[in-house]
């Protein structure tokens, strides 16, 4: 009786023993899946940021807002992460959620939206240069080619259009003073119409340095351009300087035909 008594205690305690030990089996998978999850979601997280990154900034015509769709993702997926991998309480956690909000939408406006802005800027600004390029290429007395001039026009209409729609009033002005002042015997020489495109380029390389890309190499523009013909050989210049200004852009076209660049 005595060993029957002691082989059900002895069941009883193993049953225990298994019973503990498949208690802290399941806690030891329980927190190993905990960990596994919060990887995934960390590892998400930055998945999708540099998915955005990717999508908004390398590859081209991209969609503006699903780029930022992803990054948003990514900053929710890794708060989730970082919360549930520390035991924060309420303070901390509503803390944390802010400070990373605050990031998602410095990040967004640094690394999407403004990449995403700036492009067709910046493409009209290479198809400006491009159109600059070919005045090298033809002499200063010349009628400009009249595709030449459709071109130059036509760029400059969606520029226009462009700063209308997505710049302030300051852009605008300093697009819309990038003109040529003064009296000029014919307006569809190479000398005019190219010195007037140079204005339009330089006009908007600066706008483009100062809205979207600092690094670009280029000059402030610092319009208008007064024209002058010279009349017997002689030119006067002081309606250029006249208002208080202290320095301009001046082309000087001479009687024989020759046209100095603008200076200041």
Known sequence: ??????TRRQRRERGRREAKLAIETAKASAVEAKERFNEFIALFG????????GWSVVAPNSSMVFGSALLFIATVAMLVAV???GSLGKLASVSMAIVGMLGFMIFDWYIVIKPQRGKPFQALLVHGYHLSSECGSLTAKQQMPSWMRDESKAWQAQAEQLISEKLGAKDAQLWQGAIIMGRVTDENTVAYQCTWLANKVGALETIVSAEYDPSLKHRDYNGPTYWFDAVNGKVDISDAFKGGNKQANVVINGGDGETKKPKQ
Request: glycine fraction near 12%; charge should be positive.
């Open 1 to 6: 009786m005595k060993g029957k008594m002691e």
């Open 46 to 53: 930055v998945a999708c940021g540099l998915a955005s990154w």
């Open 83 to 85: 919360r549930r991998m």
